[in-house]
């Protein structure tokens, strides 16, 4: 079964408008990370958010807020005002604390964001 | 500065013909691991260590080595590459950690195509 699901493969959104980004998580471990990152066109893989399992606010940074419901097990990134430079793949992914040891990130398949001017 | 790096950026081989793709990080993490990027199906972890002459496979070992000899470096080696192993390479290192919050730094990425 898919650890991390994310059933949006492409998005095309008009700029200034915000945006959410669908991320569904299966796992039985009660403590768990959720992550956000960011892959432009050139490639490197950018750090935007991170959400805890425990925590009980859901995360912020800037124009990323990350939708943390727990109960439904969903995890989805919104990006207010979008921006041209949004224009990346979004992947979402979850580090299992019963892995320690293995840090090991488990990675969606991505949702490629396009901004439209 | 922090990071890690990874060299070459962009190869392009023959089948069967022996290759590394190294990855050093400057940080003091124990703990680094590589992933591969295929289209459709996200990154997918193919080897890790959690310190020196310490590694273990990911989901994705078969047709891959590594080695880990000393803390910064940990070398992807493919012995034959066959055009399956098409893809884009990241190196990734981080502390470890009994916390979820763990951030791992991602080296820049290697697109390696074997012909």
């Not at chain 1, 943390?68 to 990006?79: E, G, T, Y």
């Not at chain 2, 691991?33 to 310490?54: A, C, F, H, T």
């Amino acid at each position: 079964a898919q650890k991390i699901t994310q059933t949006q493969p492409g998005m095309f959104v008009q700029e200034k408008e915000a945006v959410t980004l669908d991320c569904t998580y299966d796992t039985s471990d009660p403590s768990y990370g959720l992550f956000w990152y960011k892959q432009p066109s050139s490639g490197e893989m950018i750090f935007l958010i991170y959400q805890g399992s425990y925590d009980q606010q859901n995360a912020t940074e800037g124009r990323y807020s990350l939708n943390f419901q727990k109960a439904r097990k969903s995890a989805n990134l919104v990006i207010s005002a979008s921006q041209l430079g949004d224009s990346a793949m979004y992947f979402c992914a979850m580090r299992e604390d019963a892995a320690f040891g293995n840090e090991k990130l488990t990675f969606g398949t991505g949702t490629r964001l396009t901004i439209i001017p | 500065e922090a990071q890690v790096t990874q060299n070459p950026r962009y190869l392009i081989t023959v089948t069967g013909k022996k290759l590394t793709v190294t990855c050093s990080q400057n940080m003091n993490h124990e703990y680094m691991s590589w992933y591969r990027q295929d289209p459709g199906l996200g990154l997918r972890q193919i080897y890790y260590s959690m310190n020196v002459e310490v590694t273990d496979k990911g989901d994705v070992p078969e047709g891959y080595k590594v080695s880990r000899k000393e803390k910064r470096n940990f070398p992807l080696i493919l012995e034959s590459p066959s055009p399956n192993q098409t893809s884009l390479y990241f190196c990734a290192s981080s502390l470890l950690s009994d916390s979820s919050y763990n951030e791992q730094f991602f080296g820049p990425g290697t697109r390696l195509t074997v012909l």
